[in-house]
């Protein structure tokens, strides 16, 4: 697609979220949720870069404000009020993140002594970990763009307390794990089992604040702010992990992932090449599977958009990947292993061009799927078509 026809689309496809979900629109209650979001986030500033106008920017400022005030505060049908972190109005608008973010589901979680229901769990709120994420690195976007340490900070907080509630230690001494899904407010879990990825986001996104963190201050552990207790814990549970999957969006991610953390060896000087080979690795094997690409066959009303715009995403990622490998010092240990592997996934990017070529098409964003899942999808479809926002670290 051409440069300014795609621009300009991704123009109209956020100003158009905007105004559907309440950021600019008058409505009584904005229909706020953490993962979209957050990319939209990211792409109001990529488009605030590209063109210097203010005015996306301050769209970008002003969903933070608003996701914090709604997905930070309780629902308007719980019988609780104010801040998820119990703290006044006042302490709660200087730490909007300290009691966590919401996912913003429809329906209200399911409380303790409600019967559990694995498919029903899906359309109720709570936390998610991998949202959380999300926000903290749409946060620490915020921060290195405007240089406002404000965002990175609340990043910061959130990942703290996220971390405390979402691990624990079966027993003592034992290693951590993690919780897939907590609570409104984090006192208990609403799905006990682990996310696939969960300990991967926080372990790279952890690095990233703190590389944020040294960038900031000048000190990679500042008092109170210093993460490396929370990675240290990240760092075991990822150990021994396989990170292979069938889901576009999680291939996606470890895509993005990997370029994220390629960034944070070749540019900041961190030592987890080893890990950067496993998901490069896993993403070749996962892509390798004809189940990772069966939607292909299928017509859009059977199709999640969202999920196969997730792998176009991460293959930007790669492409941006082969690069920065490309320009690394000729001593840089794993250089022709981590070359060799991508130059193996690089067979993979036309998919980018498919994916993005069928959701383009106005018939195919007509279907009945994608209208259920409107918001994200669009939102997803313009950070595919401009994905500097996202993906810059």
């Known amino acids: 697609m051409e440069q300014n026809a795609s621009r300009t689309l991704v123009r109209n496809v956020m100003l158009e979220f905007a105004d559907l979900t309440g950021l600019v629109s008058p409505r009584e209650a904005p229909q706020r949720y953490l993962w979209t979001d957050a990319f939209s986030v990211c792409n109001f500033l990529e488009l605030y870069r590209q063109t210097h106008d203010e005015h996306f920017k301050q769209l970008a400022l002003h969903l933070v404000d608003q996701v914090h005030h709604v997905l930070g505060q309780h629902r308007d049908d719980d019988p609780r009020t104010g801040w998820l972190s119990g703290l006044d109005e006042q302490g709660g608008a200087l730490h909007p993140t300290r009691g966590g973010l919401r996912i913003g589901k429809e329906m209200n979680e399911r409380r303790p002594d409600e019967f559990y229901d694995e498919q029903g769990e899906w359309d109720r709120d709570g936390q998610y970990f991998h949202y959380l994420t999300k926000w903290m690195h749409a946060l620490d976007r915020v921060s290195r763009v405007t240089g406002d340490p404000t965002y990175w900070r609340w990043a910061i907080e959130l990942a ?65 702010l210093d993460l490396s207790a929370e990675i240290a814990d990240m760092a075991v549970l990822c150990e021994g992990k396989s990170w292979e999957t069938d889901d576009p969006l999680g291939i996606g991610e470890l895509l993005s992932n990997a370029y994220r953390l390629a960034h944070l060896i070749l540019i900041e000087g961190l030592e987890q090449s080893d890990l950067l080979d496993d998901l490069l690795g896993s993403s070749l094997t996962s892509l390798q599977s004809d189940a990772s690409r069966d939607f292909l066959k299928f017509p859009a009303q059977y199709r999640l958009a969202f999920r196969e715009l997730g792998l176009s995403i991460g293959l930007h990622a790669l492409e941006k990947l082969a690069g920065l490998i490309q320009q690394a010092p000729r001593d840089f240990s794993m250089k022709h292993r981590l070359r060799s592997r991508t130059e193996r996934l690089m067979q993979y990017i036309p998919l980018r061009e498919s994916i993005e070529t069928y959701w383009l098409a106005p018939a195919n964003r007509q279907a009945d799927e994608w209208m259920a899942h409107r918001d994200i999808n669009m939102v997803m479809l313009a950070t595919s078509l401009a994905p500097e926002g996202y993906l810059s670290p």
Do not use: E
């Open 160 to 224: 703290k307390t996220a971390h405390a509630r979402f691990t624990y230690a079966t027993s003592p001494g034992r290693a951590k794990r993690m919780y897939w899904k907590m609570s409104i407010d984090l006192s208990y879990p609403l799905v006990a089992s682990m996310g696939h990825h969960d300990p991967l986001d926080g372990f790279i996104t952890y690095l990233q604040l703190q590389a944020t963190a040294a960038k900031t201050s000048g000190n990679p552990n500042p008092a109170g």
